[in-house]
């Protein structure tokens, strides 16, 4: 019975590790989107 969990436990782990990226990434994502605003804003304005 314990071989189930092993895989679950191993599924969330990559799960997690998919939702939580890297800083470098998480950084990378955050210029994109406060660029992508900016550019909203300014054709909205």
Known sequence: M???RVMMDN???I???FL???PSVRHR???SVLAYLQT???TVA
Do not use: K, N
């Open 15 to 17: 799960i997690q590790g």
């Open 11 to 13: 599924t969330t782990g």
């Open 20 to 22: 939580t990226p890297p």
């Open 29 to 31: 994502v955050q210029l």
């Open 2 to 4: 314990s071989r189930p």
């Open 40 to 42: 909203r804003s300014i």
